[in-house]
């Protein structure tokens, strides 16, 4: 049988995972648009502003060409750049040989190496590079016939501000995609996963013993699949604890008749146990008295269980005082010796309830405990806080382990130690499994832990809501 996988720790549930999974294609799509129109938007950008800064240089350099001096002057060269047009904040270089034979820059010559050499080879160039954090464009024109080169420096730093604002402007549109797409993960996950918690909860009604709990029918094709296949399953179900419920009764009521002619004989043969000579005729009738006693118990244990399984049992409520019922049902399983403590909340209170279950509640704990742990300790019963009532047994035996304390409530359950604690071939699992059933009727609850006073042994606790009082 395999045994059902449990959660990983700190694994995220399916809902946060598929909103994940949209936020983070979001924030992928999101990083790629915004990369995209990035690079497009500063590519062209850039390649607009070199181009019209280009025209322009090609413009000036004509007319610097035109009105070089004879004398070749650097001051009156000065001046005719000082008259140029730079609508754009560009500033204007002439590289040239004077009068003298000697190389002269008039202007800034604050550039790169490679675009002066290559501009003084005779070819037209230009080049971005940064001057003092700055980004810079210089264009280079030589010209030839006038044995000089004109320079034009164009500063792009409204350019990178420009572009600076615009990769803000894209990453907030890109952080406002991701909580966009995170938002219609949550929403797709919300109705994606609605049917699986319909089905959550009808496995719970159906845990619960609700059998004929079914699923409506749904309009999406796909999950017709889903809810035909579980109320297939749900009616399977129900039809076969229906059947095997029917079964343990039918088997239980055949078995009564034969049963009561059996124990009929035994009495009889019992009651003439003395008049047999022979020792091991004696332990025969003594055997099996006791196995039609214990056959007995198990057919009406079966009987009660088959009216839980088949929906019928019903309480009967009667008005009880909770102390003396208590004792009462200590006295009349056999137990008298057994301390009962009545807190003093409880000592006058007075509850409905099915007499006849509590009875047979505090008998199955007592019985129990004497099978398994060697007989109980004490009896108490208090008061909760929200006025429900509290009984516990305790025992001194060797305790239920933790993993073991939920099993011992099931049907022909008698835990792992049942072979070590007391006589335990006796028992046959049902008791603490009617416990149960009795207490849910009731509306309360049942379980099993350690001693209050933390000694060895165990303490199982029923608890009866005030609402079912």
């Known amino acids: 049988m395999r045994r059902p996988r449990l959660p990983l720790p700190g694994r995220l549930g399916l809902r946060a995972r598929i909103t994940l999974t949209f936020a983070a294609g979001a924030t992928l799509l999101g990083a790629l648009g915004a990369g995209g129109t990035w690079l497009i938007t500063r590519g062209n950008l850039i390649n607009q502003r070199e181009a019209a800064a280009t025209r322009q240089a090609y413009l000036n350099a004509r007319y610097v060409r035109a009105q070089i001096p004879e004398n070749r002057d650097p001051v009156t060269l000065q001046a005719i750049l000082g008259d140029l047009e730079n609508p754009q904040g560009s500033r204007p270089v002439v590289r040239l040989v004077d009068a003298g034979g000697k190389p002269v820059w008039v202007g800034e010559d604050q550039m790169p190496t490679s675009l002066k050499r290559r501009v003084a080879n005779g070819t037209a160039a230009r080049m971005r590079y940064r001057m003092e954090g700055d980004l810079q464009l210089a264009i280079g024109i030589p010209l030839p016939d006038r044995q000089a080169e004109y320079f034009e420096i164009v500063p792009?730093?409204?350019?990178?501000?420009?572009?600076?604002?615009?990769?803000?402007?894209?990453?907030?549109?890109?952080?406002?995609?991701?909580?966009?797409?995170?938002?219609?993960?949550?929403?797709?996950?919300?109705?994606?996963?609605?049917?699986?918690?319909?089905?959550?909860?009808?496995?719970?009604?159906?845990?619960?013993?609700?059998?004929?709990?079914?699923?409506?029918?749904?309009?999406?094709?796909?999950?017709?699949?889903?809810?035909?296949?579980?109320?297939?399953?749900?009616?399977?179900?129900?039809?076969?604890?229906?059947?095997?419920?029917?079964?343990?009764?039918?088997?239980?009521?055949?078995?009564?008749?034969?049963?009561?002619?059996?124990?009929?004989?035994?009495?009889?043969?019992?009651?003439r146990r003395d008049e047999m000579p022979d020792a091991s005729s004696r332990s025969a009738i003594d055997l099996m008295s006791a196995d039609v006693t214990r056959f007995r118990q198990l057919v009406d244990d079966l009987l009660e269980i088959s009216r839980f399984d088949a929906g019928v049992a019903r309480l009967s409520l009667d008005e009880v005082r909770v102390a003396a019922l208590v004792r009462q049902s200590v006295a009349q399983t056999g137990h008298p010796d057994v301390p009962v403590e009545i807190d003093a909340g409880v000592a006058g209170m007075v509850i409905k309830a099915d007499k006849r279950r509590i009875v047979r509640v505090i008998a199955n704990l007592l019985d129990n405990a004497s099978r398994y742990a060697g007989g109980a300790t004490s009896v108490s019963v208090g008061r909760r806080e929200d006025g429900g009532v509290c009984l516990a047994v305790e025992d001194a035996g060797p305790g239920v382990p933790p993993d073991e304390r939920g099993l011992v409530f099931e049907r022909f359950s008698r835990g792992g130690t049942s072979g070590r604690r007391g006589v335990g071939g006796e028992g046959v699992g049902l008791g603490l499994a009617l416990v149960a059933e009795h207490v849910r009727l009731h509306g309360g609850q049942a379980w099993v832990t350690d001693r209050a006073d933390g000694s060895e042994g165990s303490r199982f606790v029923v608890e009866l809501p005030a609402a079912s009082t």
């Open 156 to 271: 792009l730093v409204e350019l990178e501000r420009t572009l600076e604002s615009l990769a803000v402007s894209l990453l907030g549109a890109s952080l406002v995609t991701t909580l966009a797409g995170a938002g219609l993960g949550w929403w797709a996950s919300r109705r994606t996963l609605r049917p699986l918690a319909d089905v959550s909860a009808a496995a719970e009604a159906i845990a619960g013993g609700r059998l004929d709990t079914r699923l409506d029918g749904a309009d999406d094709p796909d999950l017709n699949v889903l809810v035909s296949s579980f109320n297939h399953m749900a009616q399977a179900l129900e039809e076969r604890i229906e059947l095997d419920g029917r079964f343990a009764s039918d088997v239980s009521h055949e078995l009564r008749s034969p049963l009561m002619t059996l124990a009929a004989s035994v009495a009889v043969l019992a009651a």
